[in-house]
């Protein structure tokens, strides 16, 4: 018996000093309010600061959609507003807003509110004293029943893919940037809910039309379909491209 409670209380005191390891290990630092409901962080290349979507009260049942950053120095934690919509009325939280970032100075947002869905893209520059030369560009924008999805952007911020619904079919497009135009349209898109994927700067999505994966090359705007023998389901990944 004195055995079992020494081997207990050695059990006890190891169970300790790995909980007291996890306060040593690690530091927490609360990036925004407690009221504030916040989403998608993305951390910088460096680790200095993270991007985040927020959904904030403004007064009443107003509320707007926002992108921001956390900058971790020794002062402390700051936060930066890089993009906000205009204050608008609702009864219902969670209104659709999706966002992608190159990792340097390129952003693009969208935006569903009332059924309009508004594609922007957003550059900026960031460092601890905060962010400046902000500029907005209103790219795409239909309405219900009409939908665009998440967007993604490609990793040199030379493009910006996403799912389109029409009232007819479902495409990807492409926008380029520097052209300031669609440039590619791709029937058979999948799923509004689901951001496509950019891997070594190809662009990978699924093609219900094609019953395959689809990789868009932007430099020669070629397209190879990977054929599959399945459907698919639920999320997906892209690992490293050798295509």
């Known amino acids: 018996c004195d055995y079992v409670i ?13 909980v007291a390891s996890f306060d ?8 925004t309010k407690l009221e504030e409901d916040f989403y998608e962080p993305t951390l910088s290349p460096n680790g200095d600061f993270i991007i985040f979507s927020g959904e904030q009260s403004v007064s009443g049942n107003n ?5 921001k950053a956390s900058y971790i120095n020794s002062f402390g ?7 906000s919509t205009s204050p608008f009325r ?61 967007p993604s952007i490609s990793p040199d911020g030379k493009f910006i893919a996403f799912v ?9 497009n492409v926008y380029s940037i520097d052209e300031r135009k669609i440039i590619d349209k791709t029937i058979g898109g999948g799923d509004t809910s689901k ?7 190809l662009l990978f999505f699924p093609n219900l039309e094609k019953n395959g994966i689809v990789i868009w090359n932007p430099r020669t705007e070629e397209k190879i ?16 491209a050798h295509v």
Request: charged share 20%; net charge positive.
């Open 24 to 31: 040593v290990g690690f530091e927490f630092e609360q990036m």
């Open 195 to 201: 951001m496509v994927c950019w891997g070594n700067n």
């Open 6 to 18: 020494g081997d207990g209380f050695l059990l006890l005191v190891e169970y300790k000093n790995t």
């Open 77 to 83: 934690t700051r936060s930066y507003e890089i993009f």
């Open 90 to 150: 609702t009864q219902k939280r969670g209104i659709p807003f999706h966002y992608s970032w190159d990792g340097k100075n390129s952003c693009a947002i969208m935006v569903r509110i009332e059924g309009e869905n508004t594609l922007y893209h957003v550059q900026f520059q960031i460092s601890e004293s905060g962010v400046k030369n902000v500029r907005v560009n209103n790219l795409f924008s239909v309405k219900y029943p009409e939908v665009i999805g998440p």
């Open 225 to 240: 379909v990977h054929t599959i023998s399945q459907e698919i389901y639920g999320r997906y990944k892209i690992g490293r």
């Open 164 to 172: 389109h619904k029409s009232t007819s079919d479902t495409f990807v």
């Open 63 to 67: 509320i707007k959609q926002s992108l």
